[in-house]
C-alpha cells in the first residue's frame, strides 16, 4: 500500500521561495501508471490543484501557478517536490502531495499534509 | 477552467437520514467526477470515482450517479461518521477542479 508523506519549512517569509518534497514507500515514482501531483488547502476553505509530475518528468500546472510553481522528481530517493517561488500571505495553506491514477482519472491516495505558514 | 458547482454548501440531517448533495460541471465532463470525504484536519478521502464507482472499503450506503454536467452524491442511512465535508472533483481536463465542499453537520 502506498504511503506519501509531506515535508519541508513550516515557515516561510514573503517573497521567498516554498520548497516542499513529498516521500514516496510502497510504490515508484517512475511508474509510468501513475501521475504525482501537489494539491493546497488555505485554513479553512476548499481544495486548489496545483499540478502534476508524470513519465519521470512531465509536468502540468494549473494556469495561475505556471509562472511560479515547479514540480520535479528524484527517482533516487523516491521522492518528488514542489517549488513555490514570490510567495505571499496567499501561498499560507496546508499543502498535500497525492497519488492520481493517471488514465483511470482519480487520486486514490494523499499524504497527511503538511501546514506552511507564509509570514515574516 | 471547468467550475464546479455544489449545493448545498451545508446541511444539517440526523442519524438515519438520506442525505443527497449535487455537483454541477461549468461544460460537460462525461463521468469524470471523483467523491471526496474531509474530516478536517485529516487529508481528503475518495469515496466514489468516475461519478458511480464505489472504492472498496468504503460503505455502501454511499453512491453517486450522473452525467455530463449534472452528478449526485447520496448517502443512505447517515451515520455519526458520515458528518463530514464532502468535495466532488472533475478529472476530465486540466486544472483539475473541486468544487467549494458541503458540509454535512449534525441536526
Known amino acids: 500500500q502506498v504511503q506519501l508523506m509531506e515535508s519541508g519549512p513550516e515557515l516561510v517569509k514573503p517573497s521567498e521561495t516554498l520548497s516542499l518534497t513529498c516521500s514516496v514507500s510502497?510504490?515508484?515514482?517512475?511508474?509510468?501508471?501513475?501521475?504525482w501531483s501537489w494539491i493546497r488547502q488555505p485554513p479553512g476553505k476548499g481544495l486548489e490543484w496545483i499540478g502534476y509530475?508524470?513519465?519521470?518528468?512531465?509536468?502540468r500546472y494549473k494556469s495561475s501557478f505556471k509562472s511560479r510553481a515547479s514540480i520535479s522528481v528524484d527517482m533516487s530517493k523516491n521522492q518528488f517536490s514542489l517549488t513555490l517561488t514570490s510567495v505571499t500571505a496567499a501561498d499560507t495553506a496546508v499543502y498535500y502531495c497525492?497519488?492520481?491514477?493517471?488514465?483511470?482519472?482519480?487520486?486514490?491516495?494523499w499524504g497527511p499534509g503538511m501546514l506552511v505558514t507564509v509570514s515574516s | 477552467d471547468i467550475q464546479m458547482t455544489q449545493s448545498p454548501s451545508s446541511l444539517a440531517a440526523s442519524i438515519g437520514d438520506r442525505v443527497t448533495i449535487t455537483c454541477r460541471a461549468s461544460?460537460?465532463?462525461?463521468?469524470?467526477l471523483n467523491w471526496f470525504q474531509q474530516k478536517p484536519p485529516k487529508a481528503p478521502k475518495l469515496l466514489i470515482s468516475?461519478?458511480?464507482t464505489l472504492q472498496s472499503g468504503v460503505p455502501s450506503r454511499f453512491s453517486g450517479s450522473g452525467s455530463g454536467t449534472d452528478f449526485t452524491l447520496t448517502i443512505n442511512n447517515l451515520q455519526p461518521e458520515d458528518f463530514a465535508i464532502y468535495y466532488c472533483?472533475?478529472?476530465?481536463?486540466?486544472?483539475?477542479?473541486f468544487g467549494q465542499g458541503t458540509k454535512v453537520e449534525v441536526k
Open positions: 461544460q460537460g465532463i462525461s463521468t469524470y
Open positions: 497525492a497519488r492520481d491514477r493517471g488514465y483511470e482519472f482519480y487520486i486514490d491516495s
Open positions: 509530475i508524470y513519465d519521470s518528468g512531465t509536468t
Open positions: 472533483q472533475q478529472s476530465y481536463s486540466i486544472p483539475r477542479t
Open positions: 468516475v461519478a458511480s
Open positions: 510502497g510504490d515508484s515514482v517512475s511508474s509510468d501508471k501513475y501521475y
